[in-house]
């Protein structure tokens, strides 16, 4: 079993900036596929970004692409989500997920883990 738990939300206007973390205390994320998904009220979960974490290699959706990074911290087994200039449409609870298949990185079922959500309100 993986918990995990995000921090980092909170609120901020817009063209500011968050960091968001994802943990799983007592186990690492080696050969997993990282996500952060976000669900805005009244709309679909969607995907933000993905890692993989022994390769580094990234994908973003097309709507933070230049705008957020995803990131991960080998030794303190965590993973990071810096989001800037931000927009209140970027508003959302977000979600880390983990998942040991490495493919399909956008694709929510496609995750097995998940955090329980940390919010983001991005004020205009």
């Known amino acids: 079993q993986v918990q995990l738990v995000e921090s980092g939300g909170g609120l901020v206007q817009a063209g500011g900036s968050l960091r968001l973390s994802c943990a799983a205390p007592g186990r690492t994320f080696s050969n997993y596929k990282m996500g952060w998904f976000r669900q805005a009220p009244g709309k679909e979960r969607e995907f933000v970004a993905a890692?993989?974490?022994?390769?580094?290699?990234?994908y973003y959706a097309e709507s933070v692409k230049g705008r957020f990074t995803i990131s991960r911290d080998n030794a303190k087994n965590t993973v990071y989500l810096q989001m800037n200039t931000l927009k209140p449409e970027d508003t959302a609870v977000y979600y880390c997920a983990a998942d040991p298949f490495l493919a399909d990185w956008a694709v929510e079922r496609a995750y097995h883990y998940w955090g329980p959500g940390t919010q983001v309100t991005v004020s205009s």
């Open positions: 890692i993989n974490w022994n390769h580094g290699s990234t």
